[in-house]
């Protein structure tokens, strides 16, 4: 996580010695720097509603010092090309930021905390958000609303349910080996845990991947012992945007009765997911990125029955039973302690009601066509570049890990930026495994683009072209490697 590489850290490249301190929406006077190219979704309703505006990023210029030369206001700033949607999705639909406004001044209660009005239209917006969000994952009967749990985000849902997992088998059966199976795509926020649970005995099996990222579900399946408690692993990669066959993987779990926890943060809002036929039985996701939510916000679907098995690990105050001094067993409340993000939670369901109305087939379909035309427009060997991950638009996200013979992924990154406006990331991505089976570990990993329902082909075809032109400076741009890899923070 973290990693940091916001935008707002950027420096500024240019603009009359003046201090590039942050960023503010493009004003709705400016028009749209690259128009949308999707027929399928009109361009006023990805780029936030007003038609024909592009909400975007420009910088927010300082002076640094007040004898310098004061930036021209007639200089149009830059395009920013946003392409880092697989960290979180930008922008945010306007019901999104809306819903935030609204209930902040609107409402304002903690919901479960009280019997006025404004606190039961809160517990309102979380049950509704709980309902569209079981829409999502599968048939919403087969997803009662409890099933789902809020969290801060993609990585406390799945410390959640993996330390939640383990904390039930060593206070229920304490002389039972612990085993868990995983995979070498993970992110840090399964690794991690998973490591620092191996300090304490738990025993983790980690399968391989093959060169393009992809795991072979039979392997998995293999590496299942009697002893196995949890099977955990990536739906799509954040780093390749390898899709893995999470499903065959999780009927094999079902048969063998050993519970199967996927890590949906770039899936879903991209990609179908349907809980029941993957035999998924944890799903972990962000609210920030493919549900178009705020930051801060996630959740974990538990299957109904698996939550049995899952201890909480946190407790506290949840607004019922307040007499005791036990965590309530039931659902949600066993795993929401404290407060929640209510404001994120109210943006959250909008996002995904914005999700459900454009349906993920037709996202889905949508980010194929970039997927393609990044395939179709990306410079490719001839031009020094790898692009790492399948070919094949089918069997992955529109998340594009890119190496450059000559040049490090920090001095790619800081081209992309300074010439195009073009915001990508340099680095691990938080996924050592990984590099480690890409082999670009010592070389400073990957430079990153990842789309996003909000991403037009322009932007693509923007991106894949300043990608072709530094190539062809790459000699110069080369002396800038090491200026860029040690400034390029490691992204999510
Ligand atoms: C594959 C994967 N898993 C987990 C996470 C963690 O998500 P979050 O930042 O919501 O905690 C990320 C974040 O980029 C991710 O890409």
Redesign the pocket.
Known sequence: ?GGGGTPAGSRCHGWGGAVHTGWKPVPPSRPQAHAGASGLFPRCAWRGGACGVRVGLYPVVMPSNPHQQKPNPHQQPPPRIYLDN??TSFPKPQAVLRAIVEYSTQNGASPGRGAYAEAVAGAAVLRRCRERLGELVGAPALVPPEQVIFTL????A?NLAIHGTVAWWKHHRPDEPIHIVSTAME?N?VLRPLTHLAAQGVRVTRVGADADGLVAPGEVIDAIRPETRLVVM?HA??VTGTVQDVGAVGRACRERGVPLLV?A??TLGHLPVDVETMGIDLLAF?G??GLMGPAGT?GLYIRPGAEDRIEPVRHGGTGSRSESDQQPTDLPDRFEAGSHNTLGIAGLLAGVEWVLERTVDAIRRHEVGLIETFLDAFPGESAGYRLHGPTDPTRRVGVFAITHERLAPGALALALEARAGVLGRAGLH?APGVHETLGTTKTGGACRLSVGPCTTTEDIRAACACLAAISAQAGTLAGQEDRGSSTQPAS?
């Open positions: 996580m697989a960290a985000n993609c990585t406390d799945l992110h926020s990536v990669s954040n890590d943060a770039q962000p920030h990125k996630g938080c999510v």
